[in-house]
């Protein structure tokens, strides 16, 4: 099982941009397609954007269609998540995790990261 280590998060303006990156601790991402999820406070985790293992398929929830980016670096078992026009809304912890290849968007594992802290101030 994978073991991913997220970064990047913090404290942001509305309109502006982080870059978040999720790193394979221990085994490496290889052959995984690794999505993005994240949790506000009082809701569900929910899906933001999923990448499938050679990079060029993507899939985005609609309220970040536009202005999240995902990739990735096989090569340094990363994935991205850039983040732009940032919105209120968009505050919440964000995970990755390898996500099923058939549909790009469920989760594949049942143990997540600490995940990295994104607020978004109006």
């Known amino acids: 099982q994978v073991q991913p280590v997220e970064s990047g998060g913090g404290l942001v303006q509305a309109g502006g941009s982080l870059r978040l990156s999720c790193a394979a601790s221990?085994?490496?991402?290889?052959?995984?397609?690794m999505g993005w999820f994240r949790q506000a406070p009082g809701k569900e985790r929910e899906f933001v954007a999923a990448i499938n293992w050679s990079g060029p398929s993507t899939r985005y929830a609609d309220s970040v269609k536009g202005r999240f980016i995902i990739s990735r670096d096989n090569a340094k078992s990363t994935v991205y998540l850039q983040m732009n026009s940032l919105k209120p809304e968009d505050t919440a912890v964000y995970y990755c995790n390898a996500v099923n290849p058939i549909g790009l968007r469920d989760p594949r594992f049942a143990s997540w990261g600490q995940g990295t802290q994104v607020t978004v101030s109006s």
């Open positions: 221990g085994r490496t991402f290889s052959g995984y397609a």
